[in-house]
């Protein structure tokens, strides 16, 4: 077995995986690195596929390319954007069907459409729980594993070599507010049968502890709306548009006491495909984008602020978002010191978004309004989640993923801790090379 | 009206202010500065007055001493020592009576016996919700409010001269686990009501954001809990002794599982008062503190780790705290990668403490044990949480408390954003202190 | 005495404070809020000066202006812009004559020209080591100090009711390249005749040592500069335009081995100030503004890099200067990992300069350009050398100044460590407000 | 060509690699892990081979023991005690000669002489400049760089498989205070000459820029001792005892004005050393280490303070140490707000170390001594200098040597930065494994 690391071994984006065995090759994963893409804005979709490889937005898959008639499978691991955007500029020359859980398909459908790209490999879908033949040498197996957006499963190739397993995205979330826990029986049960590579999620591994339940934000949301209603404030939250989990316990957390409105392009996109799945019910939801409908609604609202629960885009401070407008002063909605601002996000730790956060928060600040932020909780677990899969899965090998060296050698110290030795058994890797995991130590 | 900064104004420590109305004197808390005890140890109890007030173990309270006479009331907030320690040095020459609400009054009365002191005030009880008088310009109301001991209210004088709040130590839980939440109608009718003076809780104000929920804690405690049964491993908790909200929301977590229990001196002093006021049921708990009981039953409980849930002292790495000699083989209890040791509690920033902490830690790590850490909540608002505070009291006058001036600046800094102005209406000090409320600016 | 507290005590920012004996006030610096000029940019200009209060980017004189007939001098004591900007907007109103230092009063009189305001007080210049008399009641005397810009004094008032000393900005540097050490004796003299007021420099005292000596600065800018030379690099350095120490080091440092080329039109004002009052030799040095010559000379130095060393604005990553050109590609001058680029400077901490300082560096990077950053020594001193102030000076009254509540309290605490007692001796103010030194305490 | 990374590959720490060229291997450093050393204390002595291997205290080095036949040369890089200290329990085994410069030389003598050792080797001394020959396939050479203790060169091995470099420690001084700076044109030689291996210092790689000259910490020294003597205050300096330069640096800071004092046993031991090879000038120094000669000084230079600049052990706050029994008040040296102590140091960031200073500090504030920490220049070279390294040397294959996982990730992270491609010329090793530089990637 060969893991080709192709991309997301020298930052945290832009994640791109091929898994050999015996000439056939799977794909997990495509996608973009974020901060590229926010400085390329709008331009990304007019860059073609060689000049948004050159620019560092999606990964240089050139290794694998060369060989594209061995491409069997194309998995995607779930709908976030660092592991998906790429689709449009580098799925076409692989003459194979994409596969990914019902959420994940429709967004990558989206992105395809957004991009106007020919993409005709076609999106075949497969639930968690269970398992499809990809082709002589490989089998996919979704396994339950929790993070922020929905349907994202543990990624098991089971192969004539041996079984892999791609954890990338992951936390271990014992109290999800969507969905069910992680199937630790499962992921024993892998490690019982052996698991000859996993590649393993290093986000934040380099940080001690774990990382909290998302019931936990939903108790921090409660808390802030209530204290927030007792003194019939307007309330606006923002948060990312893909975690329908965060999106539904802010509905929770309402508890029917306002009416809500979910504005900005992206809430609307991917709150409707999660209506479709039947992740979240936005039947007392107002959803809105346009932006005359939002100028009209939000004039409304201003007047009438206690009977509203208003969600909008812009948690990264992005200038053109519905909140970065509110606190311009760009719609007729005013905010004062009886408005309370929900930050129930992080702050992507670029520049460019700390100071967008920054100038949003000013704003807001300056009229007296109350800004609450990190009402959140991360994505990714950290070192004594790892150390539990590790534990778990048992893994003949470990290549740490989704992060630049310095993030992976954390993956990899805390692997030499639990009895893993460099090279031999634990391969911290760059984009562009390939582990061999039969080569003699 | 009066403010007498008498102690913990130049720390985190040695808590100890008193209220002037109309020439009366009400001392609210006389607490020890627990840096300084650690160093001294067993040796506190043999220092004089004098030498403890120059070793700076408890407040130099020379001001209010020479009007003695004047002294109406002692009132004890809540049981934590740097709050309750100085009793024994200090109460004595006071001739009024001590009033705490009836945990509280339990820590008070074992204090003043460990240190075996002649305290002849009597300590009076007044329970939550209650008013009592103290005297002709004093009366004494304990309102609802979270903390991390049991029965901390928020304290406040109706003098004759308007009204005092002194909210050290508080936190703003929406969902403690023990008890109600705090009594947000009532604290905003004594804004209503108007409030002269706001002594103000600044020990974390200098952090941004809010104090996470004791619920939170309970469900991280469940989820490392239930990973470790799972994986049938030896489970070893540690927490301050008088923490007993958390203490039942590990009761909760092992959830009749596994037998319990209780092992060291002041964890069996303080669940045991705690019991006797129905806040903990130790029906099922063997409670164990003498050392030849607590070896037989390591020795014992050695050998069948997976019936047994092990609650022990020793949070901050005290060297002969029982977890520290756990770790140190001392007892014939044998750890491995098998045991999981969850530290639910912060580490007290102090050097000695962080020594201690880390070389209990190292041994664990050291045999392969699996150490969680900072399983925890704190007990003190953050600067969301104050800034509430302020909104709901509206306080005429702020004097920021429990810190040093760098911290009380904190509170300041947040009392200036919210339209207050320094020396006029909102006042750092420093121990020794009167801040006159009437003084003109 | 009476210390008005104008601006800069809820900022590092807009320093103005005014000192007042029996009925005389005497104003020292007019700055601006440089971060909220950053975002006005070339609109400050046609701000009204109610409309530049209001934005917050001058300060706020209402109280002083109200008294304007009892002003009888204005000082600037240095040429730093957030203790100069605002006298275009603020100075016009008092009818007395401003006192600056000769570096200092050609600052003042471009400021006011490039605002194109009609400013008739007229700058009198006073050189350091000299006392003039302003009034009946005030005396001034600048004495020597070190600081990032040429002459920059202690500024002292001699006054009828005792001596008040001023120190923003100062650092202590025992080695300066520029000018002499600070005069020891001199400010112990005044210590030993008295002072009354000492209003302290907090802009770093938070931070606990010694801010190192410029001469250091010296070494590390020719280590660097040195091995850049002998790899046959080319060379661009960026600092303060302002900082003629730094600049003479950066001369001294090529020491005649390369032709010099100052590019961007802050520099050339500065260093051409610099140069009439022989505080820098620019008789080797190509001093280029205009895009014009610039673009011109940036095509022909970049065929012959080991002949020049050019030094540059934009070391905040602003977007219009010329280094920030330079990485985008928009000279004809081409840099690669053959060319080494010093930021001599630190990163003026507000999120817009850090996400400008990001972005160019990355572009520098990006073509493998050797980045150097912080090659620099701040100008303000930090808490060892505040306490040597405080003891050479031995003080009345210390009033903290130049930085918010936090900064002024770290200030506070140190005074308070040297024996002093808040609202008695130690005066922690805020905008607005007026220190009466003689109110009993 | 192979490398034995046997030590100091999991820590920064017990160092120790071989290089294997033709069955012939030479072993480069036989260090301690520190703080499990100041763990033992003085127990170390007594410990055996095996049990100071099993402690973690020395370096494992079965892999090279088990081959001790083909060992044909010990180079030991440089006099600290994690390069050195392991000689008397390692370095018997193998039947060859120790290789060192002469400082270096002494050192090790009297560690084997400390432990009572009967270590035959022999250690024979090769000058930095200079070059010989090990074995058939092996020449040494010593070449001239920079670091914290006198006679650290580069320590290259020519081999008849290329050339290897091994830079543990150093840093670029390119203003050394004694001795020259990096002999830059003998390294690019090498470089130009074609280096095969380069094991590299990474212990401080992970942070960004450029570590400073002891030339500036010079400065410092100068500076605070000249503040001091203009106060008439006594001074105490502490500094490693091996810091030959830097105790130079305070003689020169000094300047005859004083008389001087060096007290504690390792300041005399290293000191004399030092002198025995002109590394230093004790002539007019007072030289002392016995307990009662120590008193009796103490006692007579407490009444003469201002006549003395004493210099002394305690640098890390230990317990035992001068400067601690000072501060404890143990001698008749009486200490006030009249005195200096000067820590020319860096806290080694072990807990316990930090515990033990922070208490020292703590007894010396509390006299109101001015305490002047950080006085220090690193003895390791920072990110930018090892990229400078690595510019020069263009070596074909980089192994990050002397730290932790993430330590060694950073310099591999430069590397990459430089390049260099992960598993095929930047190798991420751990102690006990062997880096094999001909196996194809």
Same sequence: chains 1, 2, 3, 4.
């Avoid at 937005?57 to 976030?80: E, F, L, M, W, Y």
């Amino acid at each position: 077995m060969k893991v080709h690391t192709v991309g997301g071994y020298n930052e945290v984006g832009k994640n791109m995986t091929a898994i050999e065995v015996n000439g056939e090759i799977v794909i997990i994963d495509m996608g973009a690195d974020m901060e590229t893409v926010i400085e390329y804005e709008e331009e990304m979709e007019t860059l073609s596929t060689k000049e948004a490889i050159e620019a560092g937005a999606v990964p240089d898959d050139s290794d694998i390319h060369d060989r594209k008639d061995d491409v069997v499978a194309i998995v995607i691991s779930h709908g976030h954007l660092d592991h998906t955007l790429a689709v449009p500029k580098l799925a076409k020359v692989y003459d194979c069907p994409i596969y990914a859980t019902p959420f994940t398909k429709k967004i990558v459908e989206r992105i395809i459409k957004d991009d106007d790209a020919r993409v005709n490999n076609g999106v075949r879908t497969l639930k968690i729980g269970e398992t499809t033949t990809l082709s002589d040498h490989f089998e996919l197996e979704f396994v339950k594993i929790t993070h922020s957006i929905p349907h994202t499963p543990l990624t098991v190739l089971h192969t004539s070599d041996g079984t892999a397993v791609y954890s990338c995205d992951f936390k271990l979330d014992e109290e999800p507010t969507l969905g069910n826990k992680p199937d630790y029986e499962r992921i024993r049960e892998l490690g019982d049968e052996g698991v000859k590579a996993y590649i393993a999620d290093s986000t934040r591994t380099d940080q001690k502890g774990r990382t909290k339940s998302e019931h936990e934000t939903a108790i921090e949301l409660r808390s802030i709306i209530n204290r927030a209603y007792e003194d019939n404030e307007g309330v606006i939250v923002t948060t990312f548009s893909s975690h329908i989990a965060r999106l539904n316990n802010i509905l929770d957390a309402n508890d029917g006491r306002r009416k809500v409105a979910f504005i900005g392009r992206s809430l609307k996109e991917y709150t409707q495909s999660a209506q479709e799945l039947d992740l979240i019910d936005l039947s007392n939801v107002e959803v809105l984008s346009y932006y005359n409908e939002v100028e009209d609604f939000l004039r409304r609202a201003s007047k009438e602020k206690g009977d509203w629960l208003i969600v909008c885009t812009g948690n990264q401070g992005e200038p053109n978002a519905v909140l970065s407008r509110i606190a311009r002063g760009e719609y007729n909605y005013h905010i004062d010191e009886k408005d309370r601002v929900i930050f129930s996000s992080s702050t992507i730790p670029a520049p460019v978004n700390e100071a967008n956060r920054y100038k949003v928060e000013k704003l807001l600040r300056e009229r007296g309004t109350q800004v609450e932020v990190d009402v959140h909780s991360h994505g990714h677990g950290m070192r004594e989640d790892q150390r539990d899969m590790i534990r778990l899965l048992e893994p003949e090998h470990i290549v740490p993923a989704h992060g630049g060296t310095e993030k992976l050698a954390a993956t990899a110290s805390l692997a030499i801790d639990e009895g893993y030795v460099l090279e031999q058994n634990v391969h911290i890797s760059q984009n562009g090379n390939i582990v061999n995991l039969d080569r003699p130590a």
